[in-house]
C-alpha cells in the first residue's frame, strides 16, 4: 500500500529534551515536507527537500533541523523543544513538487511541556 | 509575500444544501492550486486541483475553477451530506527559487453538514 507513515503518533516530552519524528515514504517520492498545524493558522511548511541533494527553509523554520540521507526517510528533528513547539506535526510526499499531489501522513501530536 | 485567503468557519448547512467555501490567493507568478480534506483524526488528503487559468478540478461533486482574473479558487458542491463533515483546506504550489517549491496553505474551513 503505497503510504507515508510517521512515528511516534503522540509525544509528550519535557523542555529541552532532544527528539527525533521520522517520516519514510514508499512510493519514491523526490519532494518531501514537513507541516505543523496550529488552530487558526492551518498547515505551515517547517523545511521541504527537493531531493536527497536539495533541502530548504519553509515559512517556519526556527527550532527545527531535518536530513535526506536517503529518498525514502526524512525526519524531523527538534534539538531543544520548546513550549510553542506544542503542536500537530505532518509529513508529506509528492512525486514531484509544483501540481503534483502531496500525500500526507497520519500526524504526530507533539506536547512540550 | 504569497498568501492564500480562506472564509472563516464553521460553517453549517444542512444535508442538501448547496455548499460555497470561498479561496483567493496572492502569488507573483503561475501557481497550482488544490483543495484538500481533513477528516477527523487524520491526515489531509487531495480534493481537487488546477494548473492553471480556466482549469476545473473536480472530485466527489465537488468542484472549483482557477479563476487568474479574481485570483480565485472557489469550492462548491451542489448538495452535500453529512459525510462531507470536515475541514477543507485551499492551498498554492509555487516556485520559489531556481527549481525549487514551496506550498502555502490557508487556514482551514470547518464544515458541519446536518441531518
Known amino acids: 500500500e503505497a503510504q507515508v507513515t510517521q512515528n511516534p503518533r503522540y509525544l509528550i516530552t519535557v523542555t529541552g529534551k532532544k527528539l527525533t519524528v521520522t517520516c519514510s515514504q514508499n512510493?519514491?517520492?523526490?519532494?518531501m515536507s514537513w507541516y505543523r498545524q496550529d488552530p487558526g493558522l492551518g498547515l505551515r511548511q517547517i523545511y521541504y527537500?527537493?531531493?536527497?541533494?536539495?533541502?530548504d527553509k519553509g515559512d517556519v523554520p526556527e527550532g527545527y533541523k531535518v536530513s535526506r540521507k536517503e529518498k525514502r526517510n526524512f525526519p524531523l528533528i527538534l534539538e531543544s523543544p520548546s513550549p510553542n513547539q506544542t503542536s500537530l506535526y505532518f509529513c508529506?510526499?509528492?512525486?514531484?513538487?509544483?501540481?503534483?499531489?502531496?500525500?500526507f501522513g497520519p500526524g504526530t501530536r507533539l506536547t512540550v511541556t | 509575500g504569497n498568501s492564500v485567503t480562506q472564509m472563516e468557519g464553521p460553517v453549517t448547512l444542512s444535508e442538501e444544501a448547496f455548499l460555497t467555501i470561498n479561496c483567493t490567493y496572492t502569488?507573483?507568478?503561475?501557481?497550482?492550486l488544490f483543495w484538500y480534506v481533513q477528516y477527523p483524526g487524520e491526515g489531509l488528503q487531495l480534493l481537487l486541483k488546477?494548473?492553471?487559468?480556466?482549469d476545473k478540478g473536480s472530485n466527489k461533486g465537488f468542484e472549483a475553477t482557477y479563476r487568474k482574473e479574481t485570483t480565485s479558487f472557489h469550492l462548491e458542491k451542489g448538495s452535500v451530506q453529512v459525510s462531507d463533515s470536515a475541514v477543507y483546506f485551499c492551498?498554492?504550489?509555487?516556485?520559489?527559487?531556481?527549481?525549487?517549491?514551496?506550498?502555502?496553505f490557508g487556514t482551514g474551513t470547518r464544515l458541519k453538514v446536518l441531518a
Open positions: 492551498a498554492l504550489s509555487e516556485e520559489w527559487a531556481s527549481g525549487t517549491y514551496k506550498y502555502i
Open positions: 508529506a510526499s509528492s512525486l514531484q513538487p509544483g501540481r503534483y499531489e502531496q500525500y
Open positions: 512510493m519514491n517520492h523526490e519532494y
Open positions: 527537500s527537493m531531493n536527497v541533494e536539495v533541502t
Open positions: 488546477a494548473t492553471k487559468a480556466d
Open positions: 502569488a507573483t507568478g503561475y501557481p497550482s
